[in-house]
């Protein structure tokens, strides 16, 4: 792509990845004339775990209700283009290019980090194609990322909050909802979803402060599973809804969390339904159904593939597991805490390859992953040179009821369905 050789200059601006200020974006904005004060409707979701699969029901519905709907998340998987959506399509290559070189030529060569950069590009290609709304994802915390430079959302949403980013973030769930919380804005309400108590607490008190009406899981709505597979939602009215279609249990929370959000958002009853059996969100338990890595499997067995990366995520896929066992293929970058996911899966996984992400610096050495595996009580642990061998090593005994999961980085995923084609 003719983006890449900007995209590697863009990284070198900045000596740390990340540096919590708003100061270097708020300048750049300036220059180009401010353009994330000319958004349409913003719909602005902080969170640990669930922040993205939630954003992929809320577009869902809206396009589902026609609007032309803006999108902004993060990281890619495969191309750097699956970060900006404009009006409903991944911004085409040309436009990019265009814009990021005119990003780059006004920045100058001053510091700035990648992630403020490539949010300014984001915005400015948002503010130069019509749409009826922006859905914007924080990259990792709420006060101080590079997103709460909007001033006034329409609404503002809180997924659910676990340990992660704790060097950055804080080491408690107090703080690290202190963080997310950040993004609540005066008298704008606020739709939170499934919080442990401690994170609820706090968002209780910055609404309180700030005027900021709450819909709160456990108190404004509600929702419970149905025997047939969908689940009943309360809030501003009780709805029947069927079964999400992004898989695991946890993905019934997060399209609650959707449904109150496009409550609050007007959206009518059929486009809820509708972007509820329709949202996409690759690397979220998706499973692979063809490509090499599926050629090498016996006929019937399921290969999944999931980035979550923290200790939520391993509760998530623990409830996904429960009542079987699976086979894992497992990856993590060194910024993370192998055990303290391992350790909720341990009991279903069968057997684990440890693996290093190909072609990460900052990836754990399969070795480590392995040790890690082992503490939290997997007994059948090997390591392997790349995804691909490690499905190779595992296929002679595998078995139908058996699902092979490769996990533990949204980073991994991204090489994963890269190599996949």
Same mark, same amino acid.
């Given at each position: 792509?003719?983006?890449?050789?900007?995209?590697?200059?863009?990284?070198?601006?900045?000596?740390?990845?990340?540096? @919590?200020?708003?100061?270097? =974006?708020?300048?750049?904005? %300036?220059?180009?004339?401010?353009?994330? =004060?000319?958004?349409?409707?913003?719909?602005?979701?902080?969170? +640990?775990?669930?922040?993205?699969?939630?954003?992929?029901?809320?577009? %869902?519905?809206? &396009?589902?209700?026609?609007?032309?709907?803006?999108?902004?998340?993060?990281?890619?998987?495969?191309?750097?283009?699956?970060?900006?959506?404009?009006?409903?399509?991944? $911004?085409?290559?040309?436009?990019?290019?265009?814009?990021?070189?005119?990003?780059?030529?006004?920045?100058? #060569?001053?510091?700035? +980090?990648?992630?403020?950069?490539? +949010?300014?590009? %984001?915005?400015?290609?948002?503010?130069?194609?019509?749409?009826?709304?922006?859905?914007? &994802?924080?990259?990792?915390?709420?006060?101080?990322?590079?997103?709460?430079?909007?001033?006034?959302?329409?609404?503002?949403?809180?997924?659910?909050?676990?340990?992660?980013?704790?060097?950055?973030?804080?080491?408690?769930?107090?703080?690290?909802?202190?963080?997310?919380?950040?993004?609540?804005?005066?008298?704008?309400?606020?739709?939170?979803?499934?919080?442990?108590? &401690?994170?609820?607490?706090?968002?209780?008190?910055?609404?309180?402060? =700030?005027?900021?009406?709450?819909?709160?899981?456990?108190?404004?709505?509600?929702?419970?599973?149905?025997? &047939?597979?969908?689940?009943?939602?309360?809030?501003?009215?009780?709805?029947?809804?069927?079964?999400?279609? *992004?898989? #695991?249990?946890?993905?019934?929370?997060?399209?609650?969390?959707?449904?109150?959000?496009?409550?609050?958002?007007?959206?009518?009853?059929?486009?809820?339904?509708?972007?509820?059996?329709?949202?996409?969100?690759?690397?979220?338990?998706?499973?692979?159904?063809?490509?090499?890595?599926?050629?090498?499997?016996?006929?019937?067995?399921?290969?999944?593939?999931?980035?979550?990366?923290?200790?939520?995520?391993?509760?998530?896929?623990?409830?996904?597991?429960?009542?079987?066992?699976?086979?894992?293929?497992?990856? @993590?970058?060194?910024?993370?805490?192998? $055990?303290?996911?391992?350790?909720?899966?341990?009991?279903?996984?069968?057997?684990?390859?440890?693996?290093?992400?190909?072609?990460?610096?900052?990836?754990?050495?399969?070795?480590?992953?392995?040790?890690?595996?082992?503490?939290? #009580?997997?007994?059948?642990?090997?390591?392997?040179?790349?995804?691909?061998?490690? $499905?190779?090593?595992?296929?002679?005994?595998?078995?139908?009821?058996?699902?092979? *999961?490769?996990?533990?980085?949204?980073?991994?995923?991204?090489?994963?369905?890269?190599?996949?084609?």
């Amino acid at each position: 792509m003719a983006v890449d050789p900007i995209l590697e200059r863009l990284t070198t601006l900045h000596p740390k990845v990340i540096d @919590m200020s708003l100061d270097r =974006l708020v300048r750049l904005l %300036a220059d180009l004339g401010n353009p994330h =004060l000319s958004l349409p409707r913003v719909t602005h979701i902080a969170g +640990t775990n669930g922040k993205g699969s939630t954003l992929a029901y809320i577009r %869902a519905m809206c &396009e589902a209700a026609g609007e032309r709907v803006h999108v902004y998340t993060s990281p890619h998987l495969v191309r750097f283009n699956e970060r900006i959506r404009l009006a409903g399509k991944l $911004i085409d290559d040309e436009m990019l290019e265009a814009t990021l070189a005119e990003i780059e030529r006004i920045n100058a #060569g001053r510091p700035i +980090t990648f992630f403020e950069i490539t +949010t300014a590009a %984001a915005f400015l290609a948002f503010s130069r194609v019509q749409a009826d709304r922006v859905l914007l &994802e924080t990259g990792m915390g709420g006060r101080l990322d590079a997103t709460n430079v909007v001033p006034k959302p329409d609404l503002v949403a809180l997924a659910p909050i676990s340990l992660d980013h704790t060097q950055y973030l804080g080491d408690t769930l107090a703080l690290i909802a202190g963080e997310k919380a950040g993004i609540i804005k005066h008298g704008v309400p606020v739709c939170v979803g499934v919080q442990p108590a &401690e994170a609820s607490a706090v968002f209780d008190a910055r609404a309180a402060e =700030l005027a900021a009406p709450l819909f709160r899981h456990g108190r404004e709505w509600n929702f419970a599973l149905l025997d &047939e597979g969908g689940f009943q939602y309360r809030g501003l009215k009780t709805r029947r809804l069927p079964r999400p279609s *992004l898989s #695991g249990p946890h993905q019934y929370a997060n399209a609650a969390l959707a449904v109150a959000c496009a409550e609050k958002l007007g959206l009518p009853d059929s486009a809820i339904e509708a972007g509820i059996t329709s949202a996409q969100w690759p690397a979220r338990l998706q499973r692979l159904t063809r490509g090499p890595l599926v050629e090498k499997l016996p006929p019937q067995v399921a290969l999944y593939l999931d980035g979550g990366h923290n200790e939520g995520a391993g509760e998530a896929l623990a409830k996904w597991a429960q009542g079987r066992q699976i086979d894992l293929v497992f990856g @993590m970058l060194s910024t993370k805490q192998p $055990i303290d996911f391992l350790r909720h899966v341990a009991p279903y996984v069968r057997r684990l390859r440890a693996i290093a992400i190909p072609d990460e610096k900052l990836s754990l050495p399969a070795s480590d992953i392995a040790a890690a595996a082992r503490q939290a #009580g997997i007994a059948d642990v090997a390591e392997a040179v790349s995804a691909d061998a490690a $499905i190779a090593d595992l296929a002679p005994n595998m078995r139908p009821d058996i699902p092979v *999961l490769i996990c533990g980085s949204l980073y991994l995923c991204g090489r994963v369905l890269a190599d996949n084609g």
